[in-house]
């Protein structure tokens, strides 16, 4: 390829001699270093240097045109993003596989020790911090112009260790041996106010307005990443803004001679971006977390208003170029901060400036538990951020007035609807009220939203409600984390599907092609093996790799139910120990387990103890002659899922129906082969409509009839006497059989179970166990359950992030693709 010195940047060559060439360079003279006194630390930083080369050329393209034309861009604001490695997935989307594997072996290097060397930036919690990864590499992909804006953590999530099976947590110094991805751009800081007060005053034209005269700042240095499409020449930008004490901050200080108060100024400031916060569903309320949300939303609003448009640009115009999506509640008060801006600084009336913001933004919920929605108390509001308050005072009184012209009569009406409640400000209600959408993550999850999150709100505006089912990457989750299957797959197919995940499809004939299925169950040997030697080197695991290999990864919570899973094992172990089950009738399985549960959750905790206990016992009893073996490495996180995933059998995705939102491993999962014992939750509906029922092990109550039996009056106790197993198996927890004859470690978790069980989990016991005997029986036909596998695999395209992203476009954001020209 020649130079293209046009565009003001030279390209990297696209062959082996020319990345042999610059690998050296970067080696030499990037980190100073010969190639035979570099340590595994060097050659991968200088690889990922080299590989970025090949990325940034077509960035500095994208950006150039970005400012050139006049496309609408979504800033999908999040204060997550879980990225997983970034090196494969540069190389992939810059075509350098071969390259790069070429080169490599001419300097006597192997790729796959360089690639280990990267530590994944975990910068969220699960679900909903991965989703915004697999949508911004899909809007990369497809050609749309996004900037993602979240926070740059010096710390993410903490790392799991296991001590005696209870969990421990330890920092995540992600930073430490540098960041090859990031470009940090001081240049472009921006300065965030907090506290204080407001006054008013008159302007030129004698109009009161209002102003904030704040008493602390702090300055927000965005980090530039690069989201790469798939081999399209696109490159969007990921912008994570992370925190330093301003200058002015530290003078005023050292001005009044307390020189060790200045430095104090300095780690306060930057401790905004220190941690991610690791709770994933009970908002703890602290105020360093509404710093740290204010921090990134002031930054990026005022980015693209200030940096990316162009400074002569007539912001009445702002909703032709610019969809703020708000994942979950934890960006609203970008909301308030853009009537601030509007306001008072660019001197837009009120109405004015409401109607602009209102088409400026949409909203996404994550979620359906109650105690999972935000609200941040007045006084704490009212201290930190004073004019916002006011903002937010104000849009609640127009909205009020507005419920009660719509439902006169009612006045519990505007009552409950309100934004600003008797001590709390709610922020699921300002961002339905601001958003120009709404919208859940699955069918069912926006129904229930509809119907018991936001009924008022849905009856009030019921146009403004959609939903959009998730998706995933399959550049990631099938194409990267799979080359086994993909292979398979694209020689059967051709290599479309990577962009085109429904023709997948394709592949159904293939599913009665006995030599196809033969080859569908090598690709899945050689994942088990692989993931078993990862499991071994990584944690001294010893994983059998013949017999069902059962996966449930998720974060660690009640209503996700690994208690279930927990009874299940436990149930087995008891049958054969007491002689209830033979032995030889039990199907040999691996259950292997992931989950991190939130440092103050006693009680995930507590079950995590308990898998690891059951595990102990039952992986060293001779009786069960090998057949069940519990696995639960510690640290589940990205990279770890694309080991676990490729080798999956059977996915658990056995929440009480009705409480998770979606879920996105289940789709990870089927779309690898894995076939779904599940309940008729979140995606998991979705998954069976189109995978068909005979591919699919259905289990457990509807999302009506746990409201029902919650209404009559759940009592668990009843669940346990009825079924002798559920009772043999809480018996056996409960007598200190998994904990050296100690009864006390788990008789809290029992005596819940017994008598609370908030998420139904004997009440679906039996269901679940007949569930599974129904796998047992399916699995014991190899034939049949490859046919059902790769059925799963073949109708599972509607769950790329690519659909799921064409979706948004269509009904929330109204954008267009950009077209870079190459
Ligand atoms: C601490 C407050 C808090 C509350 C909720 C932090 C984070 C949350 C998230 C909304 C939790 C979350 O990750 N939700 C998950 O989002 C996924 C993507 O939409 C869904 O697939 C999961 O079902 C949902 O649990």
Not at 204 to 223: F, I, K, N, S
């Amino acid at each position: 390829e020649p130079p293209r010195r046009g565009l003001g940047h030279v390209a990297p060559r696209h062959d082996v001699e020319g990345f042999v060439g610059s690998f050296m360079r970067e080696l030499n003279y990037g980190q100073g270093v010969s190639l035979t006194r570099s340590s595994l630390n060097d050659r991968y930083l200088a690889l990922a240097r080299t590989v970025r080369h090949h990325l940034q050329s077509r960035w500095m393209a994208a950006l150039a045109q970005q400012a050139d034309d006049q496309a609408k861009t979504v800033c999908y604001l999040s204060a997550e993003f879980l990225l997983g490695r970034q090196l494969d997935n540069a190389i992939l989307a810059s075509d350098l596989d071969d390259v790069v594997e070429e080169g490599l072996g001419q300097l006597g290097l192997s790729l796959s020790t360089l690639r280990a060397q990267e530590i994944e930036p975990g910068l969220g919690n699960g679900g909903l911090g991965r989703l915004a990864a697999c949508f911004i590499d899909s809007l990369a992909t497809m050609s749309v112009p996004c900037v993602g804006y979240g926070i740059r953590y010096e710390y993410g999530i903490f790392r799991q260790s296991f001590e005696d099976g209870w969990q421990r947590e330890d920092t995540d110094p992600w930073l430490a041996l540098g960041n090859p991805w990031e470009f940090p751009h001081p240049e472009h800081a921006v300065t965030v106010n907090f506290g204080g007060t407001t006054e008013h005053y008159e302007d030129e034209d004698g109009a009161t307005r209002t102003r904030w005269l704040p008493d602390w700042d702090v300055q927000g240095v965005p980090y530039n990443y690069m989201v790469p499409g798939f081999r399209n020449g696109r490159v969007n930008t990921l912008r994570l803004w992370s925190a330093k004490a301003t200058r002015g901050f530290n003078l005023n200080s050292f001005n009044a001679g307390d020189y060790v108060d200045a430095v104090r100024a300095e780690t306060f400031a930057e401790k905004i971006s220190m941690v991610l916060y690791p709770e994933d569903s009970t908002p703890q309320g602290k105020e360093l977390r509404l710093q740290q949300q204010y921090f990134f939303v002031a930054c990026s609003v005022h980015n693209f208003i200030n940096q990316v448009l162009p400074s002569d640009f007539d912001l009445h115009k702002l909703p032709d170029r610019v969809i703020f999506q708000l994942n979950d509640t934890h960006p609203v008060i970008a909301v308030p901060e853009l009537m601030r801006v509007l306001v008072d600084e660019k001197g837009f009336d009120w109405d004015e400036a409401w109607t602009i913001t209102q088409q400026c933004f949409a909203y996404t919920c994550h979620t359906l538990l109650p105690e999972a929605l935000e609200e941040w108390s007045i006084e704490l509001m009212g201290r930190l951020l004073p004019r916002h308050l006011e903002i937010i005072r104000r849009i609640d009184e127009e909205f009020r007035a507005e419920v009660a012209a719509a439902f006169p009569g009612d006045e519990a009406m505007p009552r409950r609807m309100a934004i600003v409640g008797d001590h709390t400000v709610r922020m699921a209600h300002l961002a339905t009220v601001a958003g120009s959408k709404v919208n859940g993550v699955a069918e069912l999850h926006s129904q229930l939203l509809r119907d018991k999150v936001l009924p008022d709100f849905s009856a009030l505006w019921p146009e403004k409600f959609t939903n959009v089912t998730n998706g995933v990457t399959p550049r990631r989750f099938l194409r990267l984390a799979n080359r086994n299957l993909s292979s398979l797959i694209t020689e059967a197919i051709g290599p479309g599907w990577v962009t085109d995940l429904d023709r997948l499809r394709e592949l159904e004939p293939f599913a009665d092609d006995p030599a196809f299925r033969e080859r569908f169950r090598e690709v899945k040997r050689l994942n088990k093996a692989t993931l078993a030697r990862t499991l071994q080197s990584r944690n001294g695991i010893e994983m059998p790799t013949t017999g069902i290999v059962d996966i449930m990864v998720k974060r660690l919570h009640e209503y996700k139910r690994q208690t279930l899973k927990v009874l299940h094992i436990v149930s087995l172990y008891e049958g054969v120990v007491s002689g209830r089950l033979a032995v030889e009738d039990v199907t040999p399985r691996v259950f292997a387990f992931g989950a991190k549960a939130a440092p103050g959750y006693a009680m995930a905790k507590q079950i995590i103890g308990l898998i690891n206990a059951v595990g102990a016992t039952v992986n060293a009893d001779p009786r069960l002659d090998g057949r069940l073996t519990v696995v639960f490495p510690p640290n589940y996180d990205v990279t770890l899922a694309e080991k676990l995933i490729p080798a999956a059998d059977l996915s658990e995705q056995i929440s009480l129906a009705g409480k998770e939102a979606s879920g996105t491993g289940n789709m990870k999962l089927a779309l690898n082969g894995a076939l779904t014992i599940g309940t008729d939750d979140g995606a998991n509906i979705e998954i069976r409509r189109l995978v068909g029922d005979e591919n699919f092990f259905l289990f457990g109550l509807l999302e009506p009839q746990v409201e029902e039996l919650l209404a009559k009056g759940y009592d668990p106790a009843s669940y346990a006497a009825a079924d002798p197993r559920l009772t043999s198996a809480l018996d056996l927890i409960a007598s200190g059989a998994f904990t050296g004859g100690d009864a006390s470690v788990f008789s809290g978790l029992v005596d819940n179970l017994l008598h609370h069980d908030r998420f139904l989990a004997l009440a679906d016991f039996s269901a679940y166990m007949e569930a599974q005997d129904r796998v047992d029986a399916a699995y014991a036909d190899p034939e049949g359950w490859t046919r059902s596998a790769v059925l799963n695999v073949a109708r599972c395209g509607f769950f790329s992030s690519d659909r799921a992203m064409r979706e948004y476009i269509d009904k929330i954001w109204h954008a267009q693709p950009v077209v870079t020209s190459l």
